[in-house]
């Protein structure tokens, strides 16, 4: 039962990635994405650049430990 939570979660994990990314070039937007796993992992998909992405992930760490 684990998989397939496991791939269930991976596979909305990719489509929610495929959403922002649509999303960010449909309407010249930047965006970002945090997910934490009911493991507590963190993913994350930014649109910017990559020193965007090292501050949003600081963000989101600290977001998290609220």
């Given amino acids: 039962m684990k998989r397939i939570e496991d791939k269930a979660f991976s596979k909305r994990k990719v489509e929610l990635n495929k959403n922002a990314r649509r999303l960010s070039d449909l309407h010249d937007a930047d ?27 600081e963000h989101a760490k600290s977001f998290y430990s609220l």
Avoid: I, K, P
């Avoid at 963190?42 to 949003?56: H, I, P, V």
């Fill in 31 to 57: 965006v970002a994405v945090v997910v934490v796993s009911s493991g507590g992992e963190l993913y994350e998909y930014c649109s910017g650049g990559t020193d965007r992405e090292a501050q949003n992930s």
